[in-house]
């Protein structure tokens, strides 16, 4: 009873390799010698990630890329924070609503939530401006960074702050002591996938960036519309490969801190 | 060393709280000296832990007053109060280790570090984990987390500490050694500690008072003598151990028949005359002969079960077409009487009462 | 201290609100009886409905909306319930890969599994074809899936399926009379959720469909791109009208089952 | 109504668990009878539950084997072994109504209709919830869904049935009612039991014989009288109930000294002869009298703590610079003794033992 069939195991395992199998062919295709996009390439080389870091176009991509996810993953944390510790303090009745409208963004076609913002940013002349752009792209992390701190705080014991309360410790110095300093794992998480979740975004991008602030998602679609080169499978790769650094080092504060 | 408050008397005057329509605590009217050991001893739901919430000010009192000394207090934010409060689940700071958590609550004080240091270490010392101080909460067991959590709470030495069930998740053996610590210390400073619990046994070894909660009120106060022996209810009389009730007629406060055998009790106090009533008598009150036992209430009985339990041995009896229980000690030689006996039951006019049948509210 | 102080439920209030501003904006847009897009409306109509509705185009994207979302959802709820049962009763190591495997589709940049999938259908003569945009949207859902019936099956004791083992019934026994009856709401959960990914995505079907088979999304951004009119207002509308019917009846179906 | 196995007698010779490096249980040997009520008891992590899961089969016996009657069923699949199962969380179906839960066994089994319903209305009358077949197990109470349980383990009628605990999750009160209405169905239908529990009062009053568990081995094995009042070893008197453990220098088998005074005990049969040793002695066999009691064992002490629990006065004693603990049935008159009193404590021969220390094994 505790072992799952052999077959079903297999199925499994299976269908799960096939997930991955394209991501893979294109981290394959993208160290391919020839000229064209091939699989499986001929021979190996690193020409396409020269051609990559070499270029300044890219280079400036990346930066906004960087930027913006810096400035959403702050916005969203530090608003998504204030509003998970309400949410799991509040006893009443409308914290469901306000819970359900913070997680909208999740919920609405991410089309939609585009031409919604750019809509608003037409009309407030905002298109091309780095800040809203980060604004825009922290209101589509607010959901993740909500259900982390939420979680985080939801285990944070709410006795730990009334035996504070009681030894006669104010709220704020409450919140600087005891909450901030437990919920720190869930802090550091949340911030590393909002910024993630902005890092990686195109289509709110598509709509918002002007030509100088061209994200990395956004550069890649515009070059695959104008020229099809194995270029766009390193600069994919190297996106990939910033996920995955990214979510190892999440993972490993959350075990570091788990131990604590 | 000087002593945070100046009093540690407690008095509630009509102390009532309210969720939503109902009064989930009702007219609590008690007066706790200082330097008691009082419990509030109930079922989960009675309205015992709503009430030290409100004691502590973690709920708001809807009703009536709640004094410390001569200050009214029942609108004071918890950290004016300066009570100590331990918890049933420690409530120990994960993120710091043994030391810093007792010294926690000196750090809003204003006192020198050598004297927070001395402090930590007697706190530390009064509880015997001195060698621990530099290890986390997380290293303890259940019964060391627990000492941590009461160093904490008497650390900055306050007159009165609030327990809420703090022996709930320890298992039954340590949990009787904790009582007797947690009372020597008590003793030891001289403070007023009001305790919450669900144990009667642990209610009755550590307090000076208990009272008794049902249903947000108080349903009796008293020594735990008091309301082990003479409670004036059927529900205390159950609540605080296992309990004789036998149906019967009351003729009076004192006396009472049933099928013809005549009983003679002391007098409850709880103004049954000649209604149905029960009598109440506990297992280890009665007394089992194969002779007639000599004693003023003496019927005949028989012998349905017998319960090995360890140092007890229990008698499920069959009297006057009743269940009844007795209980032994395991002495040697026992059990003496086997299943299917027929004997004698007899027990003393001061070990029963007659009350209310239940129901009749009280 | 069971309440949040008022300034901070105030500031999330009104912070919630404006994440949702621009949807609504979107909402009463598509109401407006003016020729073109302005907020406020000077006057209310349903002319844009009228269109939408009275046009076979956008008719025939929701027919392949609803094909697509249709077969996506149930094949990755299928072999989700699989995964998560095989996830949940397994004790080994190789567990937590595995489950690190099939959540990739939802780490890796949506753009660049659209380009994989691209790619890999290329390949293979598939662009077009409804049901490999289905298999790929599957992929997509499967990570919603998983999470949602891991969390439904973990809350399934496997005491009650050792109890059946011992009155004497078999493994495919205690799967239909035990396993799949318990975890009825979880599934119809996991399915709604997955046929909204489905039919909400629009990356991967820009990339996918053919032009017989675009569905609404892709309709909605190729409208963008020729005439910017209120009809696209009216579509989202609709979209955000049917992913709300489906949330609330997913909550009620969850409610349910919960009281049963 | 035919029985479903031919024998419920189970023999486990050499049974062992092995998990990773760790040998979780080791060397079990033990025949349990047709109809008897038997008791795994013992710690968490004792290997109490381990061994019940190699006997139901949810767990694979890694070393010996398990039989029942005279066939080996240690690799016999869960399904074809026939037994009655009740776990801790009753494990009740919560899709499918009382009556079907209990119907849900006979449906893999060849039975008409009639008989069928004949079968659920036994077992639902045998624990009497006839009234309750049409609800939910969810709007049963604790108690009542322990019953369901019952019924659905007893309604084909196994030879055998294994409980995992199945009074853990209730409270106190209810325990000791279910473990009476346990023991008399098993005793009505004879069936075979095999109980694990870590409550020792429990395997006291419900078994025939308790296997006292520790660290995957059987520490002791025996009626409940007999573990309780002679236990092999420091562990076992300690882990029935509360224990005096004296350390003394044993001169023989049956005698010891201390301070002068000498003892005088029954044999242990632990093979402790000239060494270190503990003299174990229950705490309701003490006898204190302000004069020598005239027992076999008679010491001066003196009382430390008077602790009034209910049924019973619990005296911290002094004796010989040891504390001693002695209860005292709470009869009328007591407690005879206050704290500072110096009294005589004395105790039979019979009712004490020589014990090996503690940290010797076993």
Same mark, same amino acid.
């Given at each position: ?10 199925? /499994? ?13 294109? =981290? ?21 990630? #020269? ?14 890329? %960087? =930027? ?9 944390? /530090? ?8 949410? /799991? !303090? ?35 002349? @905002? ?17 993740? =960074? ?13 006795? @730990? ?20 300093? @437990? ?16 890092? #990686? ?11 100088? %602030? ?39 504060? !959350? !075990?570091?801190?788990? !131990?604590? | 060393?000087?002593?945070? *408050?100046? +009093?540690?008397?407690i008095a509630l005057t009509g102390v009532g709280k ?5 009064k989930v605590v009702r007219d609590v009217n008690v007066t706790i000296e200082?330097?008691e050991f009082f419990s509030l001893l109930g079922p989960s739901g009675s309205g015992k832990t709503t009430t030290l919430m409100m004691i ?8 009536g ?8 207090? +029942?609108?004071?934010? $918890? ?9 049933q *689940? ?21 006192? +020198? ?23 986390? $909460?997380?290293?303890? +067991? ?7 959590? &009461? ?11 609030l327990m809420d069930e703090p022996l709930g998740?320890?298992?039954? *053996? &340590?949990r009787?050694?904790?009582q007797?610590?947690?009372k ?8 007023t500690v009001i305790y919450v619990t669900h144990d009667q046994e642990e209610a009755m070894n550590m307090s000076d008072r208990i009272a008794i909660m049902r249903d947000g009120q108080i349903a009796q106060l008293g020594t735990p003598a008091e309301v082990y022996q003479h409670p004036d209810s059927a529900f205390v009389g159950k609540f605080l151990g296992e309990a004789n009730l ?20 002391r007098?409850a106090g709880s103004g049954v ?5 029960l009598?109440f008598v506990r297992p280890e009150k ?48 026992? $059990? ?15 070990d029963c009462r007659l009350l209310a049948p239940e129901g009749d509210g009280a």
């Amino acid at each position: 009873m505790t072992r799952a069939p052999l077959s079903l195991r297999l199925v /499994v395992t299976i269908g799960a390799l096939l997930l991955i199998a394209p991501i893979l062919i294109i =981290v394959i295709v993208s160290f391919g010698g020839d000229g064209y996009l091939k699989f499986p390439p001929e021979s190996l080389s690193l020409q396409w990630y #020269d051609k990559f870091f070499g270029s300044s176009r890219w280079w400036s991509s990346l930066w906004s890329s %960087t =930027v913006i996810a810096l400035m959403a993953s702050a916005i969203s944390t /530090v608003i998504g924070f204030l509003g998970a510790y309400v949410l /799991v !303090r509040s006893q009443s009745r409308w914290r469901l609503w306000l819970l359900a409208l913070a997680l909208t963004p999740m919920i609405v076609p991410q089309v939609i939530t585009a031409i919604a913002m750019f809509y608003s940013a037409s009309q407030a002349g @905002l298109v091309g401006s780095l800040l809203w752009v980060a604004i825009c792209h922290s209101v589509i992390g607010l959901p993740i =960074v909500l259900l982390i701190l939420l979680a985080t705080l939801q285990n944070i014991d709410v006795t @730990l702050e009334r035996a504070a309360a009681g030894m006669g410790y104010s709220q704020a110095r409450i919140f600087a002591t005891v909450v901030v300093p @437990l919920a720190l794992p869930g802090v550091i998480s949340a911030a590393l996938f909002s910024f993630l979740a902005s890092f #990686d975004e195109l289509i709110i991008a598509l709509f918002l960036t002007g030509v100088r %602030t061209q994200t990395l998602p956004v550069r890649i679609w515009n070059s695959l519309l104008l020229e099809v080169e194995p270029t766009i499978a390193a600069v994919s790769t190297f996106l990939v490969a910033i996920t995955v650094v990214i979510l190892m080092a999440e993972w490993a504060i !959350r !075990r570091v801190g788990g !131990r604590q | 060393m000087n002593q945070t *408050n100046a +009093s540690g008397r407690i008095a509630l005057t009509g102390v009532g709280k309210i969720y939503g329509a109902q009064k989930v605590v009702r007219d609590v009217n008690v007066t706790i000296e200082e330097g008691e050991f009082f419990s509030l001893l109930g079922p989960s739901g009675s309205g015992k832990t709503t009430t030290l919430m409100m004691i502590a000010g973690f709920a708001e009192t809807d009703e009536g007053h709640i004094r410390l000394g001569d200050q009214d207090i +029942s609108a004071v934010p $918890p950290k004016e109060r300066g009570f100590g409060m331990v918890f049933q *689940n420690y409530a120990l700071f994960p993120h710091m280790s043994v030391a810093d958590n007792v010294a926690f609550p000196l750090k809003v004080r204003k006192l +020198s570090a050598a004297e927070r240091r001395e402090r930590v270490q007697w706190a530390l010392e009064t509880v015997k984990l001195t060698d621990f101080a530099d290890r986390s $909460p997380k290293q303890l +067991s259940g019964g060391q987390q627990q000492r941590v959590a &009461l160093a904490r709470a008497i650390v900055y030495q306050p007159r009165v500490i609030l327990m809420d069930e703090p022996l709930g998740a320890l298992d039954k *053996n &340590l949990r009787f050694h904790m009582q007797t610590e947690i009372k020597d210390i008590q003793r030891r400073l001289g403070m007023t500690v009001i305790y919450v619990t669900h144990d009667q046994e642990e209610a009755m070894n550590m307090s000076d008072r208990i009272a008794i909660m049902r249903d947000g009120q108080i349903a009796q106060l008293g020594t735990p003598a008091e309301v082990y022996q003479h409670p004036d209810s059927a529900f205390v009389g159950k609540f605080l151990g296992e309990a004789n009730l036998l149906p019967v007629t009351a003729t009076s406060a004192t006396a009472a028949l049933r099928d013809g055998a005549t009983f003679a009790c002391r007098d409850a106090g709880s103004g049954v005359t000649s209604e149905p009533a029960l009598l109440f008598v506990r297992p280890e009150k009665l007394r089992l002969a194969a002779t007639p036992t000599g004693l003023e209430n003496d019927v005949a009985g028989r012998v349905t079960r017998v319960s090995y339990l360890g140092s007890v041995i229990r008698y499920g009896l069959d009297v006057l077409g009743q269940e009844m229980t007795a209980d032994a000690q395991n002495l040697t030689g026992t $059990p003496a009487f086997a299943e299917g006996d027929s004997l004698r039951v007899g027990w003393a006019a001061q070990d029963c009462r007659l009350l209310a049948p239940e129901g009749d509210g009280a």
